[in-house]
């Protein structure tokens, strides 16, 4: 379980040392309806051996959660880097500067502001460890140089396993201590054990939105456990220091703490709410009559399949998706091969997407929201006029933000019943506002003076860490990695923008050359500014496509290796006449959308 990763300080993970008998907490199941009519076939997990006889020796992987250290590994270790200078670093300094300008206002685009989040939270599924300050690697103040590549895979650990397995929904990593698997069991339902915890919302005195219609729309959080005597403060100031400090700090214990499988996803209320949603798919599951194991297996794969084929579609350049899916992932399974792990459950990441390729999603993160009823726009036939929804108010009514409603009966404990996010809002791309920014290279202001982050001023400065952590990291050069995926020959040549394109209102790249040794992540930004920002261009769309259609392609356990009736696992499949083959229509099983 992965308590905390702050861009900046701690971690972190509660070490196994003790390994508790099994609880009453997390045996037996409930069941409530009658099964599905479609049964999925039992795949077992299998020894790697077996898996690799019946795969003909090609390196298929099981997978079942470890912590072993080297899972992220350089997609091309040998590809040409930026130049090594202090010119170079004033100018990517002078870069993050033009990226926190938006002269023209927001720029709406046409993908929906869910996929925003959702990319987030796929993010805090697979990786961690790439956005925060790691002795000895990954400062990023001061006159700082590219490190050495094999010291950065050698020291900078995957705290994820790399698998789109949820680990950080359950937080069943078997790898964790004593404190880390009591609070798995707590994240089970007491009375339905087949279930996953949720918390309740508390009354602002203002009302909540209709949907859900039930009161279970919070995260599990640490008072609520407290209160029933779950877990005591003694407890908690037994902790070791590290780990005490997520739970406690010098007012006594964090109250709102949310008790979920990585704390990440209770940073901002977007991320918070999307992780209810996914919950309660969870509890959906054993309402059909799964037990546990079912309904995280049946999670899983409707989540997998969503990420593959809703999300990568509405982010990634079409014909680069089709063509990656048609073939499996060539890039990453060569990845794979060249980089096998020691624990064949911990699937390698590659740097190039975690530290530079997934991070598009950045621009796409708007100054306010138009979250519900109470913080946007007023429903049909109110008179009410409401604020948005601000970026740091979305920070606020977190665990971490301590929901500062002075309203609600105990404002230290449950977020606020007028916070509920009205997902109507969010599923659809409509302009103004309901929307996500375009994909481009500039940032929204809030971005550029994060209030919830500590440290040097550099770091509430997101387009500055991210470059500077790029070149720290000694990440390949945009130009070099489409050299060197363009040598490989698995798929039609990627075009390379040339460097007036590159440079086009930034003159200040040429002097050092990173007009044609350009930075990874802004190239990234760049490619997909200069095809209109709905989706990401070539090199984008390659390297999110690759590595996500891979991590499901090669692990054993996912829909993708998944038969029913002789045929791939499909939503269809599982729920012919309504099935979970969208974000909306996910949110709609779970009650949290009409």
Same mark, same amino acid.
């Given at each position: 379980? &992965?308590?905390?990763? /702050?861009?900046?300080?701690?971690?972190?993970?509660?070490?196994?040392?003790?390994?508790?008998?099994?609880?009453?907490?997390?045996?037996?199941?409930?069941?409530?309806? !009658?099964?599905?009519?479609?049964?999925?076939?039992? @795949?077992?997990?299998?020894?790697? /051996?077996?898996?690799?006889?019946?795969?003909?020796?090609?390196?298929?992987?099981?997978?079942?959660?470890?912590?072993?250290?080297?899972?992220?590994?350089?997609?091309?270790?040998?590809?040409?880097?930026?130049?090594? #200078?202090?010119?170079?670093?004033?100018?990517?300094?002078?870069?993050? !500067?033009?990226?926190?300008?938006?002269?023209?206002?927001?720029?709406?685009?046409? $993908?929906?502001? +869910?996929?925003?989040?959702?990319?987030? *939270?796929?993010?805090?599924?697979?990786?961690?460890?790439?956005?925060?300050?790691?002795?000895? @690697?990954?400062?990023?103040?001061?006159?700082?140089?590219?490190?050495?590549?094999?010291?950065? !895979?050698?020291?900078?650990?995957?705290?994820?396993?790399?698998?789109?397995?949820?680990?950080?929904?359950?937080?069943?990593?078997?790898?964790?201590?004593?404190?880390? &698997?009591?609070?798995?069991?707590?994240?089970?339902?007491?009375?339905?054990?087949?279930?996953?915890?949720?918390?309740?919302?508390?009354?602002?005195?203002?009302?909540?939105?209709?949907?859900?219609?039930?009161?279970?729309?919070?995260?599990?959080?640490?008072?609520?456990?407290?209160?029933?005597?779950?877990?005591?403060?003694?407890?908690?100031?037994?902790?070791?220091?590290?780990?005490?400090?997520?739970?406690?700090?010098?007012?006594?214990?964090?109250?709102?703490?949310? +008790?979920? =499988?990585?704390?990440?996803?209770? !940073?901002?209320?977007?991320?918070?709410?999307?992780?209810?949603?996914?919950?309660?798919?969870?509890?959906?599951?054993?309402? &059909?009559?799964?037990?546990?194991?079912?309904?995280?297996?049946?999670?899983?794969?409707?989540?997998?399949?969503?990420?593959?084929?809703?999300?990568?579609?509405?982010?990634?350049?079409?014909?680069?998706?089709?063509?990656?899916?048609?073939?499996?992932?060539?890039?990453?399974?060569?990845?794979?091969?060249?980089?096998?792990?020691?624990?064949?459950?911990?699937?390698?990441?590659?740097?190039?997407?975690?530290?530079?390729?997934?991070? *598009?999603?950045?621009?796409?993160?708007?100054?306010?929201?138009?979250?519900?009823?109470?913080?946007?726009?007023?429903?049909?036939?109110? %008179?009410?006029?409401?604020?948005?929804?601000?970026?740091?108010?979305?920070?606020?009514?977190?665990?971490?933000?301590?929901?500062? /409603?002075?309203? %609600?009966?105990?404002?230290?404990?449950?977020?606020?019943?007028?916070?509920?996010?009205?997902?109507?809002?969010?599923?659809?791309?409509?302009?103004?506002?309901?929307?996500?920014?375009? $994909?481009?290279?500039?940032?929204?202001?809030?971005?550029?003076?994060?209030?919830?982050? %500590?440290?040097?001023?550099?770091?509430?400065?997101?387009?500055?860490?991210?470059?500077?952590?790029?070149?720290?990291?000694?990440?390949?050069?945009?130009?070099?990695?489409?050299?060197?995926?363009?040598?490989?020959?698995?798929?039609?040549?990627?075009?390379?923008?040339?460097?007036?394109?590159?440079?086009? =209102?930034?003159?200040?790249?040429?002097?050092?050359?990173?007009?044609?040794?350009?930075?990874?992540? *802004?190239?990234?930004?760049?490619?997909?500014?200069?095809?209109?920002?709905?989706? &990401? =261009?070539?090199?984008?769309?390659?390297?999110?496509?690759? %590595?996500?259609?891979?991590?499901?392609?090669?692990?054993?356990?996912?829909?993708?290796?998944?038969?029913?009736?002789?045929?791939?696992?499909?939503?269809?499949?599982?729920?012919? #006449?309504?099935?979970?083959?969208?974000?909306?229509?996910?949110?709609?099983?779970?009650?949290?959308?009409?």
């Amino acid at each position: 379980m &992965l308590f905390s990763l /702050s861009h900046g300080t701690r971690i972190i993970q509660d070490a196994a040392v003790l390994q508790p008998a099994a609880s009453d907490a997390v045996s037996g199941g409930a069941r409530v309806l !009658e099964k599905p009519a479609v049964e999925l076939e039992r @795949l077992d997990a299998k020894p790697l /051996s077996a898996v690799l006889d019946e795969a003909g020796g090609t390196g298929t992987l099981t997978r079942a959660m470890s912590t072993a250290a080297g899972a992220f590994r350089y997609l091309f270790r040998d590809a040409p880097g930026l130049p090594a #200078s202090p010119a170079t670093l004033a100018a990517l300094d002078q870069l993050a !500067e033009s990226m926190a300008v938006e002269a023209t206002g927001p720029a709406d685009g046409a $993908i929906a502001p +869910i996929l925003t989040y959702f990319g987030q *939270f796929i993010d805090h599924d697979i990786t961690a460890n790439t956005d925060r300050e790691v002795a000895g @690697l990954s400062e990023i103040v001061g006159d700082i140089a590219p490190m050495d590549r094999v010291q950065v !895979e050698g020291g900078l650990d995957n705290l994820r396993d790399g698998s789109l397995a949820l680990d950080s929904l359950y937080g069943d990593s078997p790898d964790q201590g004593a404190f880390g &698997l009591k609070l798995a069991g707590l994240m089970r339902h007491p009375t339905f054990t087949d279930k996953m915890r949720l918390g309740l919302t508390a009354d602002s005195g203002d009302g909540r939105p209709p949907l859900p219609a039930d009161p279970a729309a919070d995260l599990l959080r640490l008072g609520f456990l407290m209160d029933r005597g779950d877990i005591t403060e003694a407890e908690l100031n037994a902790l070791p220091s590290d780990l005490r400090a997520n739970f406690v700090d010098a007012g006594g214990p964090i109250r709102t703490r949310a +008790i979920i =499988g990585d704390g990440r996803n209770d !940073e901002n209320l977007l991320v918070a709410q999307l992780h209810v949603a996914f919950l309660r798919l969870h509890n959906r599951m054993v309402d &059909l009559g799964n037990n546990f194991d079912e309904a995280r297996r049946l999670t899983r794969f409707h989540y997998q399949w969503l990420v593959l084929n809703a999300f990568l579609p509405a982010i990634c350049a079409g014909d680069v998706v089709d063509e990656v899916l048609a073939t499996g992932a060539p890039l990453y399974a060569e990845f794979l091969a060249a980089n096998p792990p020691s624990d064949p459950a911990k699937m390698p990441m590659p740097l190039e997407f975690s530290v530079a390729g997934f991070r *598009f999603g950045h621009s796409m993160v708007r100054g306010r929201y138009d979250h519900n009823r109470f913080f946007g726009r007023a429903v049909a036939g109110s %008179t009410q006029i409401a604020p948005f929804a601000s970026f740091e108010q979305l920070f606020q009514f977190t665990g971490s933000g301590r929901m500062p /409603s002075p309203l %609600t009966a105990d404002p230290k404990t449950s977020l606020p019943g007028n916070w509920v996010i009205e997902w109507d809002r969010f599923v659809h791309a409509e302009t103004p506002v309901r929307s996500a920014r375009k $994909i481009d290279t500039h940032l929204a202001p809030p971005l550029d003076d994060m209030v919830n982050q %500590t440290g040097a001023p550099m770091m509430k400065r997101l387009a500055m860490r991210n470059l500077r952590r790029g070149y720290r990291l000694n990440m390949p050069s945009a130009q070099g990695l489409i050299e060197a995926i363009n040598a490989t020959g698995l798929y039609r040549p990627i075009p390379v923008l040339t460097p007036q394109q590159v440079a086009e =209102g930034r003159d200040f790249l040429t002097a050092p050359g990173l007009d044609a040794a350009t930075p990874l992540w *802004f190239y990234v930004l760049r490619e997909a500014e200069l095809v209109g920002g709905n989706h &990401l =261009g070539a090199l984008g769309s390659h390297l999110v496509a690759n %590595t996500l259609v891979g991590l499901v392609v090669n692990d054993a356990g996912s829909y993708w290796n998944a038969k029913v009736g002789g045929h791939r696992w499909s939503p269809h499949l599982f729920q012919p #006449s309504q099935p979970i083959d969208s974000l909306k229509a996910m949110l709609r099983f779970t009650g949290l959308l009409a």
